[in-house]
């Protein structure tokens, strides 16, 4: 199994900046991607970004170049990362970490971002 745990959200201004992080444990060698979605309240989940293990990283249209997915990799451990430069109040939203893994999907519990004046 993977866990996941996300952190970093927090309240920022419009136009701000804020870095998530996903610390991943586990059977982290096991897993094909890892991937940022978010849900705002009355949507749906949808996705942000995602790090396949090789490979460039995909993003949302909406991203629209404002975001940057990273990762560093230990031995047993993998914290990926979220970058979010230029926040709109339409980014508000519960961020979610989640790892493809055996045809398993693993989903941390989220990191509240608010971008509000």
């Known amino acids: 199994q993977v866990q996941l745990v996300e952190s970093g959200g927090g309240l920022v201004q419009p136009g701000g900046s804020l870095r998530l992080s996903c610390y991943a444990s586990?059977?982290?060698?096991?897993?094909?991607?890892l991937a940022w979605y978010r849900q705002a309240p009355g949507n749906e989940r949808e996705l942000v970004g995602r790090l396949p293990r090789s490979g460039d990283p995909y993003y949302a249209d909406f991203v629209e170049g404002r975001f940057t997915i990273s990762r560093d990799t230990t031995e047993t451990t993998t914290t990926l990362y979220l970058q979010m430069a230029n926040l709109k109040p339409e980014d508000t939203a519960i961020y979610y970490c989640?790892?493809?893994?055996?045809?398993?999907?693993?989903w941390g519990h989220g990191t509240q971002v608010t971008v509000s004046s």
């Open positions: 989640n790892a493809q893994a055996l045809g398993t999907y693993y």
């Open positions: 586990g059977r982290v060698f096991t897993m094909n991607s």
